[in-house]
């Protein structure tokens, strides 16, 4: 038998012994979950849902100053670089979905406003603070041509927000003026309303989970009950905003707004024209831009209003390939010039045609 002739105790007692003084030792607290899951991992873990509220106002807010400056190159710097952006503005062709580097930053302009002013700034978020969403009734400011003083004219603004890194970055808008279905229906009927800009059916990278968001809103536009009362959630959050000024919806009350055909006349059909479908990072949200034409009978003849809808959607944890309509915005296209004659009488001279985007 061999015996240990080293210096100190043999090798097995002082291994004992390591292990014995590490049982003694308490354990080490487990380290702190972090505030907010983040799927993409480039979100401050420090920051409180909180925090990104007030960081998504603050960009709210300093893009509309941006916009009143005149800035629209530091309104850009707030405009997602990376990915499809869509912009629905007033005007019948005011529609962009695209790159943002394929346009110039007259793109971001909101005609006619000289000012862009938040009234009431409602934000959303997603819950791992990813994705927000807003609605905003804004004041457009410019100067009236008589009375020598600004006038106000108001607006719906909603939008849809990522985050990427640091910062908010807009990935969708949609600018509305609140016209009546009724007066919709005569600026069509006597040749005053133009056709939307055209948005074709497209997907971006993942194809299969943006088609059956695309057909959740085919079943919505159809306006079932069934689909009201599966896809239309009534949730606090939610929102329905329909073309004319007293059509605002929230929560509970979606479930009892009329359809929009019936806005129209008994005789009008709904139909959807075409659709832009872009899912979140964190692949629970999906946001879509839409062009939507109803159809009705005017004296017996049949007259088109232009309508263009954009949506927020979140997927059903719950049910497997649900998805729930939680924020919709549907308006009729308002040139700025019929805008200038509906609150001036008469046609400005600068706005008798659309800026170039």
């Known amino acids: 038998m061999r015996t240990w002739r080293g210096i100190g105790p043999p090798p097995a007692v002082a291994v004992l012994a390591a292990l014995f003084a590490i049982a003694a030792c308490p354990a080490a607290p487990p380290p702190p979950a972090p505030t907010l899951a983040n799927p993409n991992g480039d979100q401050n873990p420090d920051q409180t849902r909180a925090d990104l509220v007030r960081d998504l106002e ?183 905003l329909w073309p004319g000024p007293l059509q605002e919806y929230h929560g509970a009350a979606i479930a009892q707004a009329p359809s929009l055909e019936s806005l129209f006349g008994p005789e009008t059909t709904v139909v959807l024209m075409g659709a832009r479908v872009e899912l979140a990072r964190n692949r629970s949200y999906a946001w879509v831009v839409a062009r939507l034409k109803a159809r009705t009978l005017v004296n017996d003849e049949i007259v088109e209003v232009p309508l263009r809808g954009s949506y927020v959607f979140r997927r059903d944890r719950d049910v497997v390939g649900t998805w729930t309509q939680i924020q919709g915005h549907v308006s009729a296209p308002v040139d700025p010039a019929s805008l200038a004659r509906r609150v001036f009488g008469l046609e400005l001279p600068e706005l008798s045609g659309e800026s170039d985007q």
């Open 58 to 240: 603050a960009t709210v807010l300093e893009g509309y100053s941006q916009l009143s400056l005149g800035n629209l190159a530091a309104y850009g710097d707030t405009v997602a670089d990376e990915g499809i952006i869509a912009l629905v503005e007033l005007g019948p062709g005011q529609v962009y979905i695209g790159h943002k580097r394929r346009r110039s930053s007259n793109v971001f302009r909101i005609e006619p406003c000289k000012q862009v002013l938040s009234r009431n700034l409602d934000i959303h978020l997603s819950p791992d603070g990813s994705v927000g969403w807003t609605f905003d009734e804004v004041s457009c400011r410019l100067p009236d041509p008589f009375e020598g003083r600004q006038t106000s004219i108001p607006l719906r603004l909603t939008a849809v927000y990522q985050r990427f890194l640091d910062s908010w970055m807009l990935v969708q808008q949609h600018v509305s003026y609140p016209l009546p279905a009724e007066d919709a229906l005569l600026w069509a009927a006597t040749g005053r309303m133009e056709g939307s800009a055209t948005i074709k059916t497209a997907t971006g990278r993942n194809k299969a989970t943006e088609k059956l968001v695309y057909r959740r809103l085919q079943g919505l536009v159809n306006d079932s009950v069934d689909s009201r009362q599966r896809l239309l959630s009534s949730d606090e959050e939610a929102l329905l």
